[in-house]
């Protein structure tokens, strides 16, 4: 139950983030893609985490999997792609919260307050991580919990008012942005592989981690459709739904009582799911020094096994990021993202092949070209990210090349590396 609450939140925690989704593509296409793109995204990643997750379950995770399986060079790279997207993905979470927290009480958020909020967030989810792992994962079930409480009641009331007085508003908004309405729904529908990296840490790895891969696909997927269908149902226009909207949705259905129930679930939700992804992006400095390729320093741990030098320095790289936009935020993420989950699928179908006698406690069913043929979706989604973001732009260029030139630093970061534990 602590991994499956944790993996949740580090793909999910909830419906916050799926507003744009409707505000671009209106109810019906939001609950189609939502519903069809797990079967191309999420099905494919889960079933590649839960092989590789039972037959390699090591510190590090995919880093690990990566290096056995390619080689130190790409490893480096996986490693690297995953801690670049992570400055870009752990901004988003406070800064949601500030966004949630702005629909509320605007005065709170006003001016430098809000980026002491998100400070403040950091400051927090560090604290909590130095506590060790079994304290982020019990953690991260009853803010589970919580978190979602609000979204039962906003459900039940928006069925009711469907029943007794709405009309679905399943028509398209204003301005259809379809493009747009897919990288975030892929963006809420990425994350899986960060539970890999604490496998050292989870009891019964084998048995444990494909069954909470599945798991949480599935509840993910539900707790995006059920709340999105009830306000559909209610009648309430798509285009009144952009980043934040949740708390306007629940103050028409349930009053501004339910309205501060949603924002301080909000808070719990950015809280969880920035808490229990430090717990697994912090694991692969540790990896990657243990191997040499960072100073040793990074190895050190406190008295409840935690990496606090790599904890510390990632917690600072993560507040830099603070001053992008949301919608930068996501392009960035997913584009650097996406590609570390490419080098996954790679490793895994050259662990078919290298490595066939290895013990697969759990492993795909039918011959090499499934694997294969699973990595195929996922790839293409990334090609069409990169294809829709031509247009967003970061630091002066478009987002696309910004991210690339972001992930093919990676190639002398690593020469520099090597020479330095050859000198």
């Not at 897919?182 to 790895?205: K, R």
């Not at 694991?283 to 790599?310: I, Q, S």
């Amino acid at each position: 139950m602590p991994l499956l609450a944790a993996t949740y939140f580090m793909v999910s925690g909830g419906p916050y983030g799926l507003e744009d989704i409707i505000g671009d593509a209106g109810y019906g296409r939001a609950l189609l893609i939502l519903l069809l793109l797990p079967f191309v995204w999420s099905l494919p990643t889960s079933l590649m985490l839960g092989e590789l997750s039972a037959a390699i379950p090591v510190e590090g995770g995919f880093y690990a999997w990566v290096r056995r399986a390619i080689g130190p060079f790409w490893g480096f790279q996986e490693a690297w792609l995953s801690l670049a997207s992570s400055i870009f993905d752990m901004a988003i979470y406070p800064t949601t919260f500030v966004l949630y927290l702005g629909h509320l009480a605007p005065a709170l958020t006003a001016g430098h307050r809000g980026l002491f909020i998100k400070l403040a967030v950091v400051a927090l989810a560090t604290l909590w991580n130095l506590r060790g792992a079994a304290s982020v994962g019990h953690g991260s079930v009853w803010m589970w919990v919580v978190a979602l409480s609000p979204f039962l009641i906003l459900v039940g009331l928006g069925g009711w008012m469907g029943l007794h007085a709405g009309h679905a508003a399943m028509g398209p908004p204003a301005r259809l942005a379809l493009g747009p309405a897919i990288l975030v729904a892929m963006w809420n529908y990425m994350g899986f592989d960060n539970a890999s990296t604490i496998a050292n840490e989870v009891h019964e790895p084998q048995r444990t981690y494909p069954r909470a891969m599945l798991l949480a696909a599935l509840m993910i997927m539900l707790t995006y459709l059920l709340p999105i269908g009830a306000v559909a149902w209610a009648g309430i226009a798509p285009d009144r739904f952009s980043t934040g909207a949740w708390v306007d949705a629940a103050r028409l259905l349930g009053g501004p009582a339910l309205a501060v129930a949603v924002v301080l679930a909000g808070s719990l939700d950015s809280m969880g799911t920035f808490n229990a992804l430090t717990l697994s992006y912090t694991r692969l400095p540790y990896a990657m020094a243990c191997d040499g390729l960072l100073p040793r320093v990074f190895t050190l741990r406190n008295k409840r096994d935690v990496p606090w030098v790599a904890l510390l320095a990632c917690s600072v790289g993560w507040a830099l990021a603070f001053g992008l936009t949301f919608e930068r935020l996501i392009t960035i993420d997913l584009l650097l993202w996406g590609l570390s989950l490419v080098l996954e699928f790679a490793a895994l179908v050259r662990l078919r092949v290298t490595e066939p006698d290895l013990p697969r406690p759990f492993r795909i069913p039918g011959p090499l070209a499934v694997p294969i043929l699973l990595g195929v979706g996922p790839t293409a989604l990334i090609a069409f990210a990169l294809w829709t973001a031509r247009d967003e732009r970061a630091a002066g260029m478009p987002a696309a090349l910004f991210a690339m030139l972001i992930a093919l630093a990676g190639l002398p970061v690593y020469a520099l590396l090597r020479r330095r534990k050859t000198a």
